[in-house]
T-cell receptor, first 111, second 115 residues
Framework: GENVEQHPSTLSVQEGDSAVIKCTYS??????FPWYKQELGKRPQLIID?????GEKKDQRIAVTLNKTAKHFSLHITETQPEDSAVYFC??????????FGTGTKLQVIP | NAGVMQNPRHLVRRRGQEARLRCSPMKGHSHVYWYRQLPEEGLKFMVYLQKENIIDESGMPKERFSAEFPKEGPSILRIQQVVRGDSAAYFCASAPGTGGNQPQHFGDGTRLSIL
């Protein structure tokens, strides 16, 4: 089955700096890659997603890149703010929508 | 448009009792997924259901756990004879049944505590 690895497990950045979280996946049939943000004690919330026919997608301060050849995808957050502090999960999905999640990155933005 | 509704939010059971967790998907969604999350850990897939069908239960323990999504009413995750190790947050997510990969939307979860 699919295996998703996510790095780093923890990340601390100064407010205003950028944060990058990287994931790799194993199943070449995966074609949908969502990213979720989970604040403490709350539900995971979809923040951005990308499909395999696109190499990059941006939404304000958040961008995601996908390299299908290398089976890598990354989340980029620019101009980080304290409210960006949370756990971020990458995920990948194949044809029938079973989603495999990464192990999460705990992001701390230091004011 | 109401989101994914899970109840109860918190559930306390003693060892050996049964736990029933409910999930009502978003309006128009016919695919339901259950995940389990331990503190400080990621989301582990348990089961994927469509109305009246279990599509993939590969992440669900064979013993004591069962899931259903009847034609009418919410999806139910049932844990029989609970043990301490069942303590976790259980999240439900739903997606539209339009085919292809669509975003999953999560409920607020049920925090299950076993005494």
């Amino acid at each position: 089955g699919e295996n998703v690895e996510q790095h780093p497990s923890t990340l601390s950045v100064q407010e205003g700096d950028s944060a990058v979280i990287k994931c790799t996946y194993s199943d070449s049939a995966s074609n949908y890659f969502p990213w979720y943000k989970q604040e403490l004690g709350k539900r995971p919330q979809l923040i951005i997603d990308i499909r395999s026919n696109v190499g990059e997608k941006k939404d304000q301060r958040i961008a995601v890149t996908l390299n299908k050849t290398a089976k890598h995808f990354s989340l980029h957050i620019t101009e980080t703010q304290p409210e960006d502090s949370a756990v971020y999960f990458c995920a990948s999905s194949g044809g029938y929508q079973k989603v495999t999640f990464g192990t999460g990155t705990k992001l701390q933005v230091i004011p | 448009n109401a989101g994914v509704m899970q109840n109860p939010r918190h559930l306390v059971r003693r060892r050996g009792q049964e736990a029933r967790l409910r999930c009502s998907p978003m309006k128009g969604h016919s695919h339901v997924y259950w995940y389990r999350q331990l503190p400080e850990e990621g989301l582990k897939f348990m089961v994927y259901l469509q109305k009246e069908n279990i599509i993939d239960e590969s992440g669900m323990p064979k013993e004591r756990f069962s899931a259903e999504f009847p034609k009418e009413g919410p999806s139910i995750l049932r844990i029989q004879q609970v043990v301490r190790g069942d303590s976790a947050a259980y999240f439900c997510a739903s997606a539209p049944g339009t085919g292809g990969n669509q975003p999953q939307h999560f409920g607020d979860g049920t925090r299950l505590s076993i005494l």
